[in-house]
């Protein structure tokens, strides 16, 4: 079959991420479609011809990627669609169908997943969602479709047949990251407009080592997600491959938490030193899955930011949220993350569940003590599938009259019934930044840590200019 596989186009000028549980639309970073890719791997692989665009990167509206298709007509089209912009990005439905009204429209995202028949319904120029792991299914969708044969046994995706629309079983297997092939990056045309942060945090690529988390944080809908990651030496190869085609300077291993195998991620840094590819990595961690001697080959090896989703400063609030964390493993990291010269995220959450000015001035004292170079705080939203929103629908904190397009995202909380939303915790988060911004050790030790690695000067300080400001949806 002839497949279009696109990435989306940006929403009033900025840039969309779609990647999983990561969806949002942002001014400050333009991330290679890791997701699609692999997909257009995947279907490679079974012999079908690939058709890719990244309306993204390119900055192609739906006009002119209209313009476009109309000259390369084909037999269906998969993309992941942002849950916060879903009328946006489900117009590529509409003008598929214009085009071809015998294209099929399949598409998917993580937080739409529990929504087939209200999305079905509303979009009806939307063929097929897949509601389960796309890397599972995808195969399995177009070769039925290619053989004109029915979707009833495909389990994990819901469709249109004859106006009725199916909703079928979920499947128990999943696919491991070990079984899937590397992105087919050679579909993008130019990795010129990718990159983090500033556009001169270039070239860039996001990649994953691995997908899923164990943990069971309440508020996180990606809690106690089976984790499967691949090889260091497919990393490794993954890695040159990216340097070889585009001369990639700057990557984001993008997984939930990179760190999880130990052994492996020293296996990998051992092989970066050794060859030298001179390329420089964030990713995200946990407080109790690093050590002095493990930031130190990461550092060696090309790291240059590794976030921590601490969330709080407060032992009753992470006990409360289940992080399965102490407040003196999350000091003991960012001490020894900034000791070995790796600049620190540090991610907050304010307003969970026992939330009071006393947890609050524990965060302060916790911020005041650790000085990220850089922070992103926040407050508790009640995301499908969460934990925390099966409470606080127990608790009516949530109104019940809300539509189910608002529930994709976020449900909203009753402050009057929730009592930590009772609390300044607008002004709270000022605080929480004066307390950085405004302490001269924190401006020493980043003008130490600008030293020690000068490639930093660009993604610090165009994270403190636009981070704040650019995030528009998350």
């Known amino acids: 079959m002839k497949v279009l596989i696109i990435n989306l186009p940006r929403f009033q000028g900025s840039s969309v991420t779609r990647e999983g549980r990561c ?6 970073r333009v991330d290679t479609p890791a997701t699609l ?40 089209v998969i993309f992941t669609f942002n849950s916060w912009i879903i009328e946006h990005d489900l117009k590529i439905s509409e003008i598929l169908k214009r085009i071809n009204p015998a294209c099929i429209t399949i598409g998917f995202s993580w937080f739409a997943k529990n929504f087939p028949r209200e999305i079905l319904s509303r979009f009806p120029n939307l ?26 046994n495909i389990k994990g995706i819901a469709y249109k047949e004859n106006n009725i629309i199916k909703v079928n079983s979920k499947f128990t297997y999943e696919k491991s990251f070990k079984e899937l092939p590397l992105p087919s990056y050679d579909l993008i045309k130019s ?14 690529a996001l990649v994953y080592a691995g997908k899923g988390c164990p943990y069971s944080c309440a508020y996180c809908p990606d809690a106690n997600t089976k984790y499967s990651g691949r090889s260091a030496n497919n990393i490794l190869h993954e890695l040159k491959i990216l340097k070889k085609l585009a001369k990639i300077k700057y990557v984001w291993f993008y997984d939930q938490v990179f760190t999880i195998n130990r052994k492996r991620i020293i296996e990998l840094c051992e092989k970066l ?36 989703g601490i969330e709080s400063g407060s032992q009753k609030i992470l006990n409360n949220m289940k992080k ?29 569940i026992g939330e009071n000015l006393n947890t ?77 911004y405004l302490n001269p050790k924190w401006w020493i030790n980043g003008f130490k840590s600008l030293i020690k690695n000068p490639q930093l000067i660009l993604p610090i300080f165009g994270t403190i200019l636009n981070r704040k400001r650019s995030i528009k949806f998350i």
């Open 37 to 76: 890719l692999i997909i257009a791997s995947l279907l490679r692989n079974r012999g079908h011809q690939i058709v890719f665009i990244d309306a993204n990167a390119q900055n192609l509206d739906f006009v002119k990627i209209r313009n476009i298709l109309i000259t390369k007509i084909p037999d269906c």
């Open 360 to 436: 609050l001035k524990e965060t302060e004292n916790f911020v005041r003590h650790t000085l990220p170079q850089i922070m992103q705080a926040s407050f508790i939203i009640a995301m499908n599938g969460t934990e925390f929103t099966k409470i606080a629908i127990e608790n009516n904190w949530i109104s019940n009259n809300i539509r189910w397009q608002e529930r994709i995202t976020d449900l909203k909380i009753e402050k009057e019934l929730y009592e930590p939303f009772q609390l300044d915790l607008i002004n709270e988060i000022k605080i929480l930044y004066k307390f950085l």
């Open 127 to 152: 063929d097929i969602q897949i509601i389960q792991d796309p890397f599972s299914v995808i195969e399995s969708i177009i070769n039925c479709l290619a053989q004109r044969e029915s979707l009833e």
């Open 324 to 352: 399965s964390i102490t407040i003196s493993q999350a000091i003991n990291a960012l001490n020894w993350t900034r000791e070995v010269g790796i600049p620190t995220q540090l991610n907050l959450i304010l307003g969970y």
């Open 191 to 204: 990795f010129k407009p990718y990159y983090l942060y500033t556009p001169l945090l270039k070239p860039y």
């Open 273 to 308: 030193i050794n060859e030298n590819l001179k390329i420089y990595w964030f990713c995200d961690s946990r407080a109790d899955l690093v050590d002095l001697q493990l930031l130190k080959i990461m550092k060696a090896a090309g790291c240059i930011g590794i976030a921590y």
């Open 23 to 28: 969806e949002f639309v942002c001014n400050y």
